[in-house]
Structures are given as structure tokens and as C-alpha cells.
């Protein structure tokens, strides 16, 4: 005489013997479901950031650029990096010479509050700048007989 009972995932054998009955308690092994798989790919996808960059070109030898970048924060760890460092590295990658960084705002900004934002939550960083040389620049160098910037 025997049977077996599925139980939440514990397998329960009954062994009955003349003597004595004895149940033996196994766990079933578990395998990875597809909401863990689809839950882990959506936390990988929010952990990663994404920014764009944009040049704009005024003369032959200048420009202005537009620099965005988005990153997540849990813990206060930015990941993979401050959102400020992902928007500069992007900038300077470029190559362009005489970069100048005019404008830079990191949001949301809730001030004395901040520190919230460190247990969890996603910043903007936007910079606003110039590359190059105006002809204007290059004109007073010239006149002055200094050696040009960025030579």
C-alpha cells in the first residue's frame, strides 16, 4: 500500500511497511519562472542609462551642443555613473576643441530634500555649451599677435 501527495512544491511519499508507517518530505527543485525572467530584464532596462548629444554648427570653426543624460540612483549609487559625468564624458568624447560648458541643470532638484533622491530615483542632466572659434576670436588672436588658443 502507497501513495504520493504534491503539496506546494513538497513531495510527501508514504512508505507503509507491516511494522511501522514513515513519511519522507522532498523538495521539488525550482527553476527560474518567466515573471523572475521578465522582472529582472525590467530592472536591468531601468538601471541603464541613456543620453543624447547634439552639435549645432554658427560658423566654419564654431558651434554651440546640447548634452542630455539620464541616470538611476538606489542608495545613493548612480548607475552606471552620475548623470552629470555621463552628459560631460559624452561632450568631450567628441573631440571638439575649446569646449565651454555655459549652462548645466540637474533635475529634479527638491533642495534641502535631495537626499531622497539618493534612496531611489532617476536624474536628468542637461548642458548647454560652445566649441571652437568664433571668427571673431580668431581675428583678435590674430591682431595681437598671440599664439591662438588651443595650439
Given at each position: 500500500m502507497g501513495g504520493e501527495?504534491?503539496?506546494?512544491?513538497?513531495?510527501?511519499?508514504?512508505?507503509?511497511?507491516d511494522r511501522v508507517p514513515v513519511m519522507v518530505s522532498q523538495s521539488l527543485p525550482?527553476?527560474?519562472?518567466?515573471?523572475?525572467?521578465?522582472?529582472?530584464?525590467?530592472?536591468?532596462?531601468?538601471?541603464?542609462?541613456?543620453?543624447?548629444?547634439?552639435?549645432?554648427?554658427?560658423t566654419e570653426t564654431s558651434g554651440s551642443f546640447?548634452?542630455?543624460?539620464?541616470?538611476?540612483?538606489i542608495f545613493a549609487w548612480d548607475f552606471p555613473t552620475e548623470s552629470v559625468q555621463i552628459a560631460r564624458d559624452n561632450v568631450f568624447?567628441?573631440?571638439?576643441?575649446?569646449?565651454?560648458?555655459?549652462?548645466?541643470?540637474t533635475s529634479p532638484n527638491l533642495g534641502w530634500w535631495d537626499w531622497l533622491l539618493d534612496v531611489i530615483g532617476v536624474r536628468k542632466t542637461v548642458l548647454i555649451g560652445t566649441w571652437g572659434f568664433s571668427?571673431?576670436?580668431?581675428?583678435?588672436?590674430?591682431?595681437?599677435g598671440a599664439p591662438l588658443l588651443g595650439s
Open positions: 501527495i504534491f503539496n506546494r512544491g513538497l513531495r510527501f511519499r508514504h512508505f507503509w511497511d525550482k527553476g527560474p519562472r518567466p515573471q523572475h525572467a521578465l522582472l529582472g530584464l525590467v530592472l536591468v532596462s531601468l538601471l541603464s542609462a541613456c543620453s543624447t548629444l547634439s552639435f549645432e554648427r554658427e546640447h548634452s542630455e543624460a539620464w541616470a538611476f540612483t568624447d567628441a573631440g571638439l576643441s575649446n569646449l565651454t560648458v555655459t549652462t548645466a541643470e571668427g571673431e576670436q580668431l581675428r583678435k588672436e590674430r591682431d595681437s
